[in-house]
């Protein structure tokens, strides 16, 4: 079981730059790759980015390739999403998630466990 919280969220003007953070209980963080995903009002939940267990592979969507790094430290729990040039459209609920799985997967549904998410807010 691993339970997970994000924060770091925030209202921010676009071009700046926010850092998530997702804290995971249990002595098993290292046995998940983890994700970020978002979901804006009045759409589905998207794939953000994604790491795997030893934080030597990473996989993102195209439309944050470049500006969004994902990294994660597993001696804390912790995983990370670093978000720089922010856009009006990167509004959103952040979620981090954990999948036990083999390989980085790009949809919800692999994903086991979620946390609550965080509201980021970009302003033009």
């Known amino acids: 079981q691993v339970q997970l919280v994000e924060s770091g969220g925030g209202l921010v003007q676009a071009g700046g730059s926010l850092r998530l953070s997702c804290v995971a209980s249990?002595?098993?963080?290292?046995?998940?790759?983890m994700g970020w995903f978002r979901q804006a009002p009045g759409k589905e939940r998207e794939f953000v980015a994604a790491i795997t267990k030893s934080g030597g592979g990473t996989v993102y969507a195209d439309s944050v390739k470049g500006r969004f790094t994902i990294s994660r430290d597993n001696a804390k729990n912790m995983a990370y999403l670093q978000m720089n040039s922010l856009k009006p459209e990167d509004t959103a609920v952040y979620y981090c998630?954990?999948?036990?799985?083999?390989?980085?997967?790009?949809?919800?549904?692999?994903?086991?466990?979620w946390g609550q998410g965080t509201q980021v807010t970009v302003s033009s």
């Open positions: 249990g002595r098993t963080f290292s046995s998940y790759n």
């Open positions: 998630a954990a999948d036990n799985g083999i390989i980085l997967r790009i949809t919800t549904s692999p994903y086991d466990y």
